[in-house]
């Protein structure tokens, strides 16, 4: 089975404070992909990666970045946390990336910025 | 505006009952994906549909590609509480995959 673990479930954070999200995927899978979720919204590209140390722009980049060192691993990064990226946070992977292929997401990362 | 417009937003239903979410756009889709979320979990895929006109079943669920190849249907048999959760359909635009807004269904005992 495919796993996608992300590295907490729910995380509180000051505002101006640093986040890291992490994700780590088992299945040797190229594509890696952080999401946010907001009601209403569905989910939001935010960044790929489609290789070690390759990373492309989803529809919101903005206040985030992320880092890729590993295969396997894919980082989310808030450089200052603001109200506003208070949210359902996804992580996923794919083998391929296609319409046809599927993603595979981790549990999710609810994150509040107080 | 969004790329694929699902319908109905929240759906409350009995036990047993039928129903049926859509996923609508304006644009032409080489192939169209079913999501389901539950509770606190992230999305499962459920289905690729690829032909227009193309009918999938998995077990009660009835997945439809229009002839257009610019909507899509899903139909739940006989609900149960087990298919309440979040249904998402989504498409590639582009370099990426693109999500609706999502059906929330509710199914009570």
């Known amino acids: 089975d495919v796993k996608v673990t992300q590295s907490s479930r729910y995380l509180v954070k000051r505002t101006g404070e640093k986040v890291f999200l992490e994700c780590v995927q088992d299945m040797d899978h190229e594509n890696m992909f952080w999401y946010r979720q907001d009601p209403g919204l569905g989910l939001r590209l935010i960044y790929f990666?489609?290789?070690?140390?390759?990373?492309e722009k989803g529809d919101i980049p903005e206040g985030y970045s992320v880092s890729r060192e590993k295969k396997e691993r894919f980082s989310l990064i808030l450089e200052s946390a603001s109200t506003n990226q208070t949210s359902m946070y996804l992580c996923?992977?794919?083998?391929?990336?296609?319409?046809?292929?599927?993603?595979?997401f981790g549990p999710g990362t609810r994150l509040t910025v107080l | 505006t969004q790329l694929l417009e699902q319908s109905p937003q929240f759906l409350s239903i009995q036990e047993g009952e039928n129903l049926t979410v859509y996923c609508n756009s304006s644009s032409v889709f080489s192939s169209l994906q079913w999501y389901r979320q539950e509770p606190g979990e992230g999305p499962v895929l459920l289905v690729t549909?690829?032909?227009?006109?193309e009918v999938k079943k998995l077990k009660r669920l009835t997945f439809q590609f229009g002839d257009a190849r610019k909507d899509s249907s899903l139909h739940i048999t006989a609900a149960q509480t087990g298919d309440t959760g979040l249904y998402l359909c989504?498409?590639?635009?582009?370099?990426?995959?693109?999500f609706g807004a999502g059906t929330i269904l509710r199914v009570k005992s």
């Open positions: 989504a498409c590639l635009y582009g370099n990426k995959l693109v």
């Open positions: 990666s489609y290789d070690v140390k390759m990373k």
């Open positions: 996923a992977s794919s083998l391929v990336f296609s319409g046809y292929n599927e993603q595979f």
């Open positions: 549909v690829v032909t227009g006109g």
